[in-house]
């Protein structure tokens, strides 16, 4: 008996220190992106991104959790607006402020994320005239802490975020081209 053990035991703090070399040589940075493209101008689609009150209408974590809280600062568009939420688990706690705006072609966001872990991330738009259509780029980077390396050794970061991303731009393309 004392010798199973001794095997299960093994094996498992081999698996763990699998797991954690395999962490240990993940990516230091993460980033996702997609693009689509609408049939609008800049003008149309920048003011849909930069309220941050116009996201419910179009972002796909509003969706998730219809019954979240939340909180607008008293800025809500444009350099210094914020909103925070506190959801279920599908769209957990967090807080973003536009750090940066350039109309019509661009908006910055910085985001905090509180649970269901800590993390801060930088979401971009880019806007740009593409012939008569608009192309969107929304893009998510940051740092990956060792709690994401270790997610990333099970879980792919651009298969779990890009089609929220995809859903969120189809629906922010859906919204545009009224």
């Given at each position: 008996m004392r010798r199973v053990v001794l095997v299960i035991v093994a094996l498992f703090a081999l698996t763990l220190g699998g797991v954690?070399?395999?962490?240990?040589?993940?990516?230091?940075?993460?980033?996702?992106?997609?693009?689509?493209?609408i049939n609008a101008t800049p003008d149309r689609v920048y003011p849909?991104?930069?309220d941050l009150r116009g996201w419910q209408?179009?972002?796909?974590?509003?969706k998730k959790d219809p019954a979240m809280k939340r909180t607008f600062g008293n800025v809500t568009a444009g350099k210094g607006a914020s909103y925070?939420?506190?959801?279920?688990s599908n769209v957990g706690k967090g807080r973003m402020e536009i750090a940066e705006t350039v109309p019509p072609s661009k908006v910055v966001?910085?985001?905090?994320f509180m649970k269901p872990f800590e993390g801060r991330s930088t979401a971009e738009f880019l806007i740009s005239q593409n012939g008569p259509p608009t192309d969107v780029t929304w893009t998510m980077h940051g740092p990956a802490q060792f709690i994401t390396k270790i997610m990333c050794v099970f879980f792919d970061m651009d298969k779990m975020i890009g089609p929220d991303f995809e859903v969120g731009l189809a629906n922010l393309k859906t919204i545009a081209e009224k």
């Open positions: 954690v070399a395999l962490a240990s040589i993940q990516p230091d940075e993460f980033r996702v992106t997609r693009t689509v493209r849909l991104i930069n209408s179009w972002s796909p974590y509003e925070e939420w506190d959801g279920d966001i910085d985001l905090h």
